[in-house]
């Protein structure tokens, strides 16, 4: 047998990478059908469409309460990145810094958000909210999108501090420097890509966030995912096709700019 020459593709490489391909096509394309329909000439849900309009786009900006929606889940979508990276980060570092052996239950109590279905976890913050008068304040919303947001930042900047050479931090104390000083010209550059992937994973979750969003909800304060959850229930125009084109592409853009920033912190690993 006549052996394979190094520039032929390996064909179960070939063919596994097909097979990936097939499977996001799969999962993906039932998403992007809402694109073509937000350019839709007809108040319809009919694919595909006939005609093609930007009216569903400008309706839901020229009408306040898919401004307000948007602005909300905006605002809280930053606050909680904001918080979730301060906490996510703080923690990661004290459990590197610090072996001990809560370090383990401790980590499993902050990530639990993660494996706990959300429909379980919506109904008991719904419970303490009520007795706090949390719900529907914009206090309520972050610290809430906050719990789920949390688990994220700790696992992209538990990943950076482990290739993470604490030799480095040695050399700067013996040059004189002090906690502070090394941490923010030492450590602070080399775990920052994990810090900033962990921060746009969280505001990707917060943004995207509708079933808690649903529990803690009021008339005064509703996010862009409660408005179309209620949207889909009354109106039958492609007004929330466009909200859901921007949701999507938002989405996608954090999602890929978070896996630039791991890509590239891995590399530099």
């Not at 993470?164 to 923010?184: I, K, N, P, Y």
Request: net charge positive.
């Amino acid at each position: 047998m006549r052996p394979r020459p190094d520039w032929a593709p390996d064909p179960a490489r070939v063919l596994l990478w097909c097979l990936g391909a097939l499977v996001a096509i799969w999962l993906v394309a039932p998403s992007l059908v809402v694109i073509p329909l937000s350019f839709t000439d007809k108040p319809s849900f009919a694919f595909p469409p006939s005609g093609w309009s930007t009216q569903w786009y400008e309706r839901f900006f020229t009408d306040r309460s898919w401004r307000r929606a948007l602005f909300s889940s905006l605002q809280v979508g930053l606050l909680v990145a904001l918080l979730a990276t301060a906490v996510g980060t703080a923690a990661a570092l004290g459990m590197a810094r610090h072996q001990h052996r809560a370090n383990a239950p401790i980590r499993g109590w902050l990530i639990a958000p993660l494996i706990i279905p959300v429909i379980v976890l919506a109904v008991g913050v719904y419970a303490l909210f009520l007795r706090w008068h949390l719900t529907g304040t914009l206090a309520g919303f972050v610290g809430a999108h906050t719990v789920l947001a949390l688990p994220l930042v700790l696992i992209a900047v538990s990943n950076s501090l482990r290739q993470f050479d604490r030799q480095l931090e040695d050399a700067s104390a013996v040059c004189g420097a002090g906690r502070w000083t090394t941490f923010r010209h030492v450590t602070l550059p080399v775990i920052a890509p994990g810090i900033g992937s962990g921060a746009l994973f969280a505001f990707a979750t917060s943004f995207d966030e509708v079933v808690l969003s649903l529990f803690i909800q009021s008339p005064y304060l509703q996010t862009l995912p409660v408005k179309m959850y209620g949207s889909v229930t009354r109106d039958t125009d492609p007004t929330i096709a466009a909200a859901s084109s921007l949701i999507l592409v938002v989405t996608t853009v954090i999602t890929v700019a978070g896996g630039i920033l791991t890509t590239r912190r891995s590399h530099a690993g």
